[in-house]
């Protein structure tokens, strides 16, 4: 009975053993992937900002952005109007290193980013589960302007208060009539936050005209409506009407626009937003759009 006990174990263990063999092996996940920018953690849509990071699992990393006006799964980051999911390819260094740049002013889709913190994903190109994350602070810069008093009586003074942050240390004020004709010209100083006062004394006749703004730093300008008035009317009692501030935007077409087919209904909805009127052409792909607030 004991011989029998004895080979009756043997035979186990050697079973116990050949499974153990037969197993495979757990390997150890000893890769590494990770995402950071430099600076503070914030900064303005337009701004260039650095990111890095590690990534020892394959030689391309994939970087995306998430967020307000963003896909949920993400976009590439050098293409917002890119597809969803995809991310822009960065390579890896031998040593695991890797950096992108974001241009943020020059990549297609940049007006859809709003003040928000978005987050950045980093991923690699072939084992897709494997990434990392980290968040930026983004900030649209605020362009406005208004004019006080408005409507103004010929020979008075005019103050021209606005916001252009970002745009640089000054701001280039332009006059102009209802034609587009330039009658007048400043440059008024920017302070640190963006903000610009001006005054100009009031000489041109009664009318309406174009207050525009552009600074060195950004390709788009905007600006206001001027209305002016005659003191004399005024002085009989002539009611004139008030003028709702405004900012005016002017967008650079990058195609002419198309001419509507006379043969189809124009539809047209009520917003419930301030009302938008059209001013003006100032030439070709170019339209100026005045965003009333009562």
């Not at 949920?72 to 597809?83: F, M």
């Not at 070709?284 to 965003?291: C, D, E, F, L, Q």
Request: net charge neutral; proline share 7%.
């Amino acid at each position: 009975m004991k011989k029998a006990t004895h080979k009756t174990l043997s035979s186990g263990f050697l079973l116990l053993v050949l499974a153990v063999c037969l197993l495979p092996p757990v390997m150890a996940d000893t890769g590494s992937l990770s995402i950071a920018y430099r600076g503070s953690g914030g900064g303005y849509v337009g701004d260039t900002v650095v990111f890095d990071g590690k990534n020892t699992y394959g030689n391309i990393t994939l970087i995306r952005i998430t967020g307000p006006g963003l896909p949920s799964e993400g976009v590439p980051a050098a293409n917002l109007n890119g597809p969803a999911g995809a991310g822009t390819p960065v390579k890896v260094n031998p040593d695991g290193t890797w950096k992108y740049t974001w241009y943020s002013s020059g990549i297609p889709g940049t007006e859809k980013l709003q003040t928000w913190r978005y987050t950045f994903v980093a991923t690699d190109s072939l084992q897709t589960d494997k990434s990392a994350t980290c968040q930026f602070m983004l900030k649209k810069p605020e362009f406005r302007i208004t004019a006080s008093p408005n409507p103004v009586t010929i020979g008075n003074y005019v103050e021209l208060n606005g916001m252009a942050e970002t745009g640089g240390d000054s701001a280039k004020i332009d006059i102009s009539d209802s034609s587009g004709r330039i009658l007048h010209t400043y440059t008024s100083p920017v302070s640190s936050s963006g903000s610009f006062s001006y005054s100009f004394h009031v000489d041109m006749g009664p009318g309406q005209y174009i207050v525009t703004v552009n600074t060195p730093l950004h390709k788009t300008s905007f600006g206001t409506v001027l209305t002016v008035v005659d003191e004399a009317d005024v002085q009989s009692g002539v009611t004139t009407p008030s003028v709702p501030q405004t900012t005016t935007i002017f967008l650079t077409l990058s195609e002419e626009p198309k001419t509507p087919d006379p043969s189809k209904p124009v539809q047209t909805t009520q917003s419930a937003v301030a009302p938008v009127t059209v001013l003006a052409g100032l030439g070709a792909g170019i339209i100026v759009i005045t965003i009333s607030r009562r």
